[in-house]
C-alpha cells in the first residue's frame, strides 16, 4: 500500500529511501522476470510479493509478447488489489485459504477450438492473455461496440462475480442483492445465450452502466461493481496527486472497520466525480484521445451502486485478520 524509493542495502538488500532500518528483498517475479515492483520484507522467507502470491497461473513465457503481457495483467492486477485493499475488503491468496480466497490464473488459447476463457469459478479469477494485446482488445471492443474496455476492467469486473459470491452468502445481503439487481442465482446460462442471439435491452441506458450489464444479473452487478471500482480508484489518484477541482479535493474515507455505515459518504463521493470524470474527458479532448469516462451515470445506476457502497462498507474489515477470526457485521 505504499510506494517508495530504494536505497541499496548490502547483498540483495535495499531499504527504503531514508529509513534504513526498514529493509527489504526485492519480489522474485522482479528479479527474474520484471513484472513485479513488489518487496518482501527482508525478515520473511517467502520470495513472492504480497500480489504474486495471488497469482497461480502465468502464460508460457516461450512465446514471443507473452512476458510483456504477463506484465501488463500483473500492472492492471496490482492496482485491482489496492484499491480491493483500500475498501478493507476480505483479501487473501486463494492458493494459501481456498475458494474463499482470490487467486488469478493467466493463459493463452492453445487452439480455436480450446480457448482460455476470461471468467471467475470459485475465487479464481482467470484472463485471457490476449486483453493485454493493445490491437486485439481494440479488435473484440471495436466488434463488440463497447465505448470502453480495458484490461483493469476485466480484472475489476471479475472481481466482482468473486465478491458477490461472498455477499450472497448472508441471506440478508442476497435479499438486498436480488431486490436491487435481480436474481442473481438462476438462468444464467439460458439469459448469456438470450443475450447474443437478441443484443441488449432497448433502452438499456436508462437503467444499466453497459449493455453487457443487461445479460443477466450477475453480469449487472459485475458491471456496476467494476464501475464502483473505477470511481473509487480514479478519485483515490486525484486525491494522491492533489488535485483540487472548484470547492474541493477528493479525499474520502471508505470502509473504516468497524463504523456505522454513513449514505451520505456514497453521496459525497458522487458530488466528487462528476466534475473529475469532466475534467478527465476535457483533458483527453485536449490531448487528442478518446473520452477518458465515456459513461452517463442514471439514477438507476447510482442506486445499484449505492446498494454496492453499503455492502462494501458492511464488509470492510481489518485485513490483517486471518479469516477465521473475521465476523461479517450485520447489514
Ligand atoms: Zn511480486
Ligand atoms: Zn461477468
Known amino acids: 500500500m505504499h510506494l517508495t524509493a530504494l536505497d541499496p542495502a548490502g547483498g540483495d538488500l535495499w531499504a527504503e529511501a531514508g529509513r534504513a532500518q526498514v529493509r ?6 522482479a528479479v527474474v522476470h520484471g513484472v513485479c ?29 507473452h512476458l510483456e503481457y504477463w506484465r501488463r495483467l500483473e500492472r492492471a492486477k496490482r492496482r485491482l488489489l489496492f484499491t480491493l485493499a483500500a475498501l478493507h475488503l476480505p483479501l487473501e491468496p ?22 482460455f476463457l476470461t471468467a471467475h469459478c470459485d475465487g479464481l479469477i482467470s484472463i ?23 484490461l483493469l476492467g476485466h480484472f475489476r469486473h471479475e472481481s466482482g462475480h468473486h465478491y458477490l459470491e461472498r455477499f450472497a452468502e448472508d441471506p ?33 441506458q436508462e437503467s444499466h452502466i453497459s449493455a453487457y450489464a443487461t445479460a443477466h444479473p ?42 456505522t455505515y454513513d449514505p451520505a459518504s456514497f453521496d459525497l463521493a458522487l458530488a466528487r ?21 465515456p459513461f452517463v451515470l442514471t439514477d438507476a445506476v447510482t442506486r445499484k451502486m ?15 485478520k486471518s479469516s477465521h477470526e473475521k465476523t461479517l457485521s450485520p447489514l
Not at 37 to 63: K, Y
Not at 130 to 144: G, Q, Y
Not at 306 to 320: F, N, Y
Open 24 to 29: 527489504y528483498r526485492l519480489c522474485i517475479n
Open 37 to 65: 515492483n513488489g518487496l518482501v520484507p527482508a525478515d520473511e522467507s517467502g520470495q513472492l510479493c504480497r500480489a504474486c502470491e495471488f497469482t497461480q497461473q502465468i502464460p508460457s513465457l516461450s512465446t514471443v509478447d
Open 94 to 115: 486463494r492458493a494459501r485459504v481456498g475458494n474463499t480466497g482470490l487467486g488469478f490464473a493467466f493463459g493463452a488459447d492453445v487452439s480455436p477450438a480450446h480457448r
Open 128 to 150: 485471457n492473455i490476449s486483453e493485454a494485446d493493445d490491437v486485439e482488445r481494440e479488435r473484440i471492443r471495436t466488434a463488440m461496440g463497447e465505448p470502453y474496455r480495458t
Open 172 to 204: 440478508a445481503r442476497l435479499t438486498l442483492i436480488r431486490a436491487t439487481f435481480g436474481e442473481v442465482r438462476n438462468g444464467y446460462e439460458e439469459a448469456l445465450s438470450s443475450y447474443y442471439a437478441n443484443g441488449p435491452l432497448p433502452h438499456w
Open 218 to 259: 450477475q453480469e449487472d452487478w459485475a458491471e456496476t461493481w467494476a464501475h464502483y471500482l473505477l470511481i473509487v480508484d480514479t478519485l483515490e489518484s486525484a486525491h494522491e496527486a492533489g488535485v483540487v477541482l472548484g470547492s474541493g479535493s477528493f479525499e474520502l474515507s471508505f470502509g473504516s472497520a468497524g463504523a
Open 273 to 293: 466525480w462528476l466534475p473529475l470524470a469532466e475534467f478527465a474527458n476535457e483533458l483527453a479532448r485536449s490531448l487528442g484521445t478518446a473520452d477518458a469516462y
Open 306 to 320: 449505492r446498494v454496492i457502497d453499503r455492502l462494501v462498507a458492511g464488509l470492510s474489515q481489518d485485513p490483517l
